[in-house]
């Protein structure tokens, strides 16, 4: 935002590329990091729950914290589908775009975007596989669940409503 006032008000040149890449920096680093940082968090916590639990079986962990780390979906769920999202995101409009820059004769513009293409399929080709991959641990998180402690209703019901809504769409869908 300061790039694109400076640049506008004229007292610091600000190379647009400039401006582009910081635009995209602030559109995409922080979802990223919150989701990361939640998926750490879920991890180590789902870690401690069940180490917790083959050492002290007769202790059940308090509602709040089966809640808060064991949902039925694992939680590395949100990350592949941001990158599936991602990944998706940049196929279509570096797709859309690299014929554009071809035909214009843009060599390094068409290079530029050719890799950045090349990356999107890259992610997308492996955030599928990891969808699955958590959709299976979290089926195992499931199980050992079961195994270790019984549940009361209310708190069975929230950990069923997975973090990403209903269909694995994003909750704003």
């Given amino acids: 935002?300061?790039?694109?006032?400076?640049?506008?008000s004229g007292r610091i040149p600000v190379p647009r590329t400039v401006q582009a890449v910081l635009v995209l920096v602030t559109l995409f680093l922080p979802p990223v990091a919150w989701v990361g940082v939640r998926a750490?968090?879920?991890?180590?916590g789902r870690a401690e729950l069940?180490?917790?639990?083959?050492?002290?079986?007769?202790?059940?962990?308090?509602d709040q914290q089966l809640v808060d780390h064991l949902?039925?979906?694992?939680?590395?769920?949100?990350?592949?589908?941001?990158?599936?999202v991602l990944g998706g995101l940049g196929t279509l409009c570096l797709g859309f775009a690299l014929p554009f820059a071809l035909t214009d004769g843009a060599v390094l513009a068409g290079a530029l975007l050719?890799?950045?293409?090349?990356?999107?399929?890259?992610?997308?080709a492996l955030a599928?596989?990891?969808?699955?991959?958590?959709?299976r641990q979290g089926a195992q998180d499931r199980k050992?669940?079961?195994?270790?402690?019984?549940l009361p209703s209310a708190v069975e019901r929230r950990l069923t409503v997975p973090l990403l809504g209903g269909d694995g769409a994003h909750l704003g869908a």
């Fill in 50 to 62: 069940f180490a917790a639990a083959g050492e002290h079986r007769r202790q059940r962990p308090t």
């Fill in 114 to 124: 050719g890799a950045g293409l090349a990356t999107s399929l890259t992610a997308l």
């Fill in 71 to 84: 949902r039925d979906e694992h939680p590395l769920t949100p990350l592949w589908w941001m990158l599936a």
């Fill in 40 to 44: 750490v968090w879920a991890l180590r």
């Fill in 144 to 150: 050992r669940r079961t195994e270790l402690w019984s």
């Fill in 1 to 8: 935002m300061a790039s694109v006032v400076a640049d506008a």
């Fill in 128 to 135: 599928v596989p990891g969808i699955r991959r958590a959709d």
